[in-house]
């Protein structure tokens, strides 16, 4: 998949107009407003440093600004890296599908650390610029546009790291609602695309519980790619109540194992 064009940005007729309507942006983005006026670039910090005098801006880390009154770790998320999207817990956060808001991942290609603020923990995923494209949407967020994964590569991007995704039962939960707007050909698809029969007998597991209505070939997809022994959904989280849940081949936790039941 090629990679989506830049975000367009509404047009604005000043700096202090460029500033207020974006409530996060990156000096970078402030820079090239003012080479599109024909105006020097370099008065961008200056700009900047007088609004953060006033208390009007904040930093978030170098290079990222925002409204000291806005708290929304998506829109935050979308301005650390040039690059971002929004990805795991971010890209369900952004769509209110998160358990909370104290953590928003996304991915990028560009080498960056984790970004802590107004407490909210923003991890980056690093990946080849080859692995950021694929499957990712462009949505809108007051006002601003930002790129996030889609909700089929998001479940299957929580199920590969479920230490970068809400617990398996919320997920689960989250995934049984959503599941009648799910495209189950493209979450197929990108679970097997993962290369982890793991990863595409969790994906089969949700599934099933979401009574999601599978192909013939659908299924022998997921039963061929998937595990093939019996494995533990979550090994290091096993209990002595944990089940085998054998069309899957996995051995899930009790509170997993009631959404099965239901299915």
């Known amino acids: 998949m090629t ?140 006002g601003q546009a930002l790129r996030a994964t889609t909700l089929e590569r998001t479940y299957v991007d929580c199920l590969t790291r479920l230490d970068r995704s809400p617990p398996p039962e919320h997920l689960l939960k989250t995934f049984v609602a959503t599941a009648p707007t799910l495209d189950v050909d493209r979450i197929i698809f990108t679970a097997r695309r993962s290369g982890s029969p793991l990863v595409t007998s969790r994906v089969a597991f949700f599934l099933a519980c979401a009574r999601s209505a599978l192909t013939r070939k659908q299924a022998q997809h997921l039963e061929r790619d998937g595990v093939q022994v019996p494995t533990y959904f979550l090994r290091s989280a096993r209990t002595k109540n944990d089940a085998l849940i054998s069309p899957c081949n996995l051995i899930v936790s009790a ?9």
Do not use: N
């Open 3 to 142: 990679k989506p064009a830049p975000l367009e940005s509404r047009p604005s007729t000043s700096p202090a107009d460029f500033i207020s309507q974006r409530r996060v942006f990156r000096l970078d983005e402030l820079r090239a407003e003012y080479r599109a006026m024909g105006r020097k670039p370099s008065a961008a910090h200056d700009t900047v440093a007088y609004h953060l005098g006033t208390g009007r801006l904040v930093v978030v880390r170098r290079g990222v600004y925002t409204h000291a009154e806005c708290s929304d770790p998506p829109l935050i998320a979308s301005k650390l890296t040039a690059d971002a999207v929004l990805s795991h817990e971010g890209a369900l956060l952004l769509r209110g599908l998160a358990l909370d808001d104290h953590g928003c991942c996304f991915l990028t290609a560009t080498r960056t650390g984790i970004t802590r603020y107004a407490g909210c923990v923003y991890q980056p995923i690093r990946v080849a610029p080859s692995s950021l494209w694929p499957d990712v949407e462009t949505l809108e967020r007051s």
């Open 255 to 263: 509170k997993l194992r009631r959404f099965w039941a239901g299915a």
